[in-house]
């Protein structure tokens, strides 16, 4: 049920009529979800509202309540298309045609218990393999339930109008800019030393690591998730990434002879070699792996995670379920996960004297709030909005950091701007060794 207020959203009060709130936009628009299909408490309501003021009552019984909702209506099926799915085209249940066939996010509300969204999923993978489709994954976690599958138009348009069914969306694609490379032999490049025994482990996930000179001597294991993606990085981020966590901006040690990595490191491979995730697993299943997996088997506390998908904007009102299994993982595990709040250059990719001129308004456009997962609650976020950060793998200019002309940052947060320091990857390499050592947790 989706019902539009004005003032406060007064959840406690909706819980007492045996509805549950799960999600709520910016013009005071809520969805409501019952478990057991009864709206008699909230009928009950409505009517002792339009009785008779009771004699010694100076307003109508409930008045607190009902006077603050003006509109009572239904999720329509378009309601349950997502952002990604709704920018390529299908913005009505309709544009599904028959014999479309794509591979898809089913998300279930967060509603009643565990095993009441287990059983719902499992209707849905049912429903979905009897019309002859493949159910690739179904990821059930504390609060996300997300199935991947491939499936026709017609199968899709009828889960449009279950009442368990959150959203329907295309999954999400990572944001892994490459940027121009700068110039350096490798004969002119400092030696590099292996890392102190003690040093903190991080896990880079990301599209895998390549050898290298610079960082061989600090890679404890190179895995995937899954396996069958192998480690090498194709791509190219997960090495340019590696060496940012390990070094820092290298402009600052080129000058040296040696330089030492801060970290030991494992790289973790979930970017195929296309740029893509991969198409068979939700990208929840592959993160509560990966993470799972490095603190199992390397007693890893860090992780970085500087990726983003920059067509599901932090929307008001909703985590979404990257943002949330990270949240889950940071809070079950106990480990300090760092996320990239995403990559944008001033005036969407135009003049780099924008950044100058136009700051700090550009940053306050609707096109540069966070990215999912930067909306996770329990992980740290870094922006990557202007300044260029040298990796070791080629000294490539990639925007993994920012600072603005003050050496400060703003991060923009559901069309609003959050003032803090900038810290480069060097910094916050060594933030969460100092935050394992504070909580006197293995490195």
Not at 60 to 70: A, H, K, P
Not at 180 to 190: N, S, T, Y
Not at 228 to 256: C, F, I, N
Not at 391 to 409: F, G
Request: proline letters at 6%; hydrophobic letters at 40%; glycine letters at 8%.
């Amino acid at each position: 049920m989706r019902v539009r207020m004005h003032g406060m959203l007064l959840e406690d009060e909706w819980e007492k009529v045996g509805l549950t709130l799960l999600a709520s936009d910016d013009d005071r628009t809520i969805v409501l979800f019952s478990s057991q299909g009864d709206l008699s408490a909230f009928l009950e309501r409505l009517e002792a509202y339009d009785n008779p003021i009771p004699v010694g009552q100076q307003g109508r019984r409930y008045e607190g309540f009902v006077s603050r909702i003006d509109e009572v209506g239904t999720l329509e099926p378009r309601d349950r298309l997502g952002t990604r799915i709704k920018e390529a085209g299908f913005t009505e249940a309709a544009d599904l045609e028959d014999e479309a066939v794509l591979t898809v996010d089913i998300e279930l509300w967060d509603f009643g218990t565990r095993f009441a969204r287990e059983r719902k999923a499992r209707e849905v993978e049912d429903f979905i393999s009897a019309q002859g489709d493949e159910v690739f994954d179904t990821y059930i976690g504390p609060s996300i339930t997300l199935i991947r599958a491939k499936a026709h138009g017609k199968t899709l348009r009828p889960l449009l109008s279950v009442p368990e069914v959150a959203f329907v969306d295309l999954p999400p694609e990572p944001d892994i800019q490459a940027a121009e490379l700068v110039e350096l032999q490798l004969e002119d490049a400092p030696t590099g030393l292996a890392p102190d025994e003690e040093a903190p482990i991080v896990g880079v996930l990301d599209s895998g690591i390549n050898d290298h000179p610079l960082l061989e001597a600090a890679i404890l294991g190179r895995v995937a998730f899954p396996a069958e993606l192998g480690t090498a990085d194709v791509w190219g981020h997960g090495t340019r990434v590696s060496g940012a966590a390990l070094y820092g901006d290298l402009r600052d040690l080129l000058r040296e002879d040696q330089i030492k990595p801060i970290a030991r490191l494992v790289s973790a491979k979930l970017v195929g070699d296309d740029g893509r995730f991969y198409e068979r697993r939700t990208l929840p299943t592959q993160m509560d792996q990966a993470i799972r997996g490095l603190w199992q088997d390397y007693g890893c506390r860090i992780f970085v995670v500087a990726l983003g998908d920059l067509r599901a904007r932090n929307e008001p009102g909703r985590v979404g379920p990257w943002a949330a299994t990270l949240d889950e993982l940071a809070r079950e595990l106990d480990v300090l996960i760092l996320v990239s709040a995403g990559n944008r250059p001033p005036g969407g990719g135009s003049l780099l004297e924008q950044a100058i001129t136009h700051y700090p308004k550009y940053l306050l456009e609707a096109a540069n709030r966070v990215c999912e997962p930067a909306g996770a609650i329990m992980s740290s976020q870094w922006d990557r909005l202007r300044t260029g950060q040298v990796s070791a793998l080629d000294i490539n200019r990639t925007p993994m950091c920012s600072r603005s002309p003050n050496d400060l940052s703003l991060r923009p947060s559901l069309g609003q701007a959050l003032v803090r320091q900038a810290f480069s990857s060097r910094i916050l390499s060594r933030l969460a060794a100092q935050w394992c050592s504070m909580r006197r947790l293995p490195a």
